[in-house]
């Protein structure tokens, strides 16, 4: 064994191979030395002894390997326009370009022109003012660290009135109740899971109350038996009673032609900011289309003492989501919905989708027997739930050399095109594609064959 293990080329050799010659020894110096850690316990369990060339190039591979990005794009085939695990909206390339020289630049995130003296780092969003009624705006990380930051600035050790019809959890285990506890807020469920009157508020309201609380219930429903209190109520309520209203929106979006029928399922901003409310909080990549960022309107009052919170500055925005949500703001203001891509797709008229679906099955290699299907889409990330939308699929069905439609669909999936299944036929759903994906949908059919 003693012999064997003699053969393990030393750190230094491997170190000075000329095959290894190009990469950064600072780098490639613990990966060689976990690569003898395991070569040597191969050995002691009876492993195969290996060349000096082999061991180079084992070592040669697992580095490129570990230098190839792993975040990279994908096509989106399931009809939900609002992925979570597919980066939820999709970043406007327009707007990209729009910010591209500020971003590599020196800039004026915190400084001021006029005056040569630090400036405000959120001074740059108070545009978006001048389109909704609302008094002031702060941005923070995403609409957790928004939740989070709002309990702990007005409730800590104070208590929170939440209906217990609204003690949601959401996808990657946000939880209500916890983040409650952890900002330092009291919970005080009121109501019952059907049904909570105004005078369960009513009645909860005593002189350690800080807040009414109201959250999006962003992926359920409760039908039948029900009764919630109406939002305008609720924030009458907490003016009248000198506590501070919240509304955790969830996904806040513009009014924007077209979009009219949104209103049947959410309120828009526009119409929130017409009830004078203390506070709401929304995801900056959900139904706005922006990136991710916790965006919080209200009154100036309340986001002035927000902004005197110490835990403002772990949960800031870099000049990235700045200059990202930005550009988007001015894309509403000038009306340019079409540099917007979820604005877009949620705009795409029943024909519109119906000529896509055309378009892609002109693209589909006959001998998967592509078929034109109405289908169901959805606007996902939490904004109205169970709402279906009506889209257009191309169907196909596997040829014999791919067995069966799991194994069609986990080909396409290592393609990067994301498709869905549905009785025995996989779907590929037009609403959340784009044009330009339907060149990349031929060839990996074609690969497949
Ligand atoms: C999505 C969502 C959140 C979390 O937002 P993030 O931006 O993902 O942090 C919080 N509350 C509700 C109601 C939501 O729908």
New binding site residues.
């Given amino acids: 064994m003693k012999e064997i293990l003699k053969q393990i080329p030393k750190t230094d050799k491997l170190l000075n191979a000329k095959a290894l010659s190009g990469y950064n020894p600072n780098f490639l110096k613990p990966l060689i030395q976990r690569f003898l850690k395991n070569y040597r316990e191969s050995l002691l369990k009876g492993g195969e002894v290996l060349s000096f060339e082999s061991c180079v190039e084992q070592i040669s591979k697992e580095y490129w390997h570990l230098s190839q990005k792993s975040l990279k794009p994908l096509i989106n085939a399931t009809g939900v326009i609002i992925h979570t695990n597919l980066g939820r909206s999709v970043f406007s390339k327009e707007l990209l370009q729009e910010i591209f020289p500020t971003l590599i630049a020196y800039n004026n995130l915190e400084y001021n022109q006029q005056t040569g003296k630090r400036g405000e780092r959120y001074a740059h969003l108070k545009k978006f003012l001048t389109s909704v009624d609302f008094e002031d705006i702060l941005i923070v990380n995403?609409?957790?660290?928004?939740?989070f930051l709002i309990f702990n600035t007005f409730a800590k050790n104070k208590e929170v009135l939440v209906s217990r019809g609204e003690l949601?959890e959401?996808?990657?285990s946000?939880r209500i109740p916890r983040v409650m506890e952890d900002s330092g807020a009291i919970l005080k469920e009121i109501g019952t899971t059907n049904k909570t009157y105004l005078q369960d508020y009513q009645e909860a309201i005593n002189e350690n109350t800080a807040m009414l609380f109201k959250?999006?219930k962003?992926?359920y429903e409760i039908v039948g038996f029900h009764e919630e209190v109406a939002y305008e109520d609720l924030i009458k309520l907490a003016r009248d009673r000198g506590v501070v209203d919240y509304y955790?929106?969830?996904?806040g979006y513009f009014e924007i032609k077209g979009l009219e029928t949104l209103k049947n399922f959410e309120p828009s901003l526009q119409e929130i900011a017409a009830l004078k409310p203390s506070l709401i909080s929304?995801?900056?990549?959900?139904l706005l289309g922006g990136t991710?960022?916790?965006i919080i309107l209200g009154k100036k009052q309340y986001i002035a003492k927000l902004k005197q919170n110490q835990l403002l500055r772990m949960l800031r925005v870099d000049k990235f989501t700045l200059c990202a949500l930005e550009a988007l703001f001015c894309a509403y203001l000038k009306g340019e919905y079409e540099k917007i891509p979820t604005a877009r797709m949620l705009l795409q008229t029943k024909e519109a989708l119906e000529t896509k679906a055309k378009n892609l099955l002109a693209k589909i290699p006959a001998y998967f027997s592509p078929k034109i299907l109405p289908t169901k889409g959805y606007v996902g990330?939490?904004?109205m739930p169970n709402r279906a939308l009506d889209s257009y699929g191309v169907a196909l069905k596997p040829k014999n050399t791919t067995k069966n439609i799991q194994s069609l669909e986990e080909l396409l999936r290592q393609e990067g095109i994301v498709a869905r299944i549905e009785n025995e036929c996989l779907i590929l759903d037009v609403m959340a594609l784009f044009e330009s994906d339907f060149e990349a949908i031929k060839n990996a059919l074609l690969k497949i064959k």
């Fill in positions: 995403n609409n957790a660290a928004a939740v949601i959401i996808g990657g946000f959250a999006h962003s992926n955790d929106l969830g996904s929304f995801s900056g990549d959900k991710q960022a916790g990330g939490g904004a």
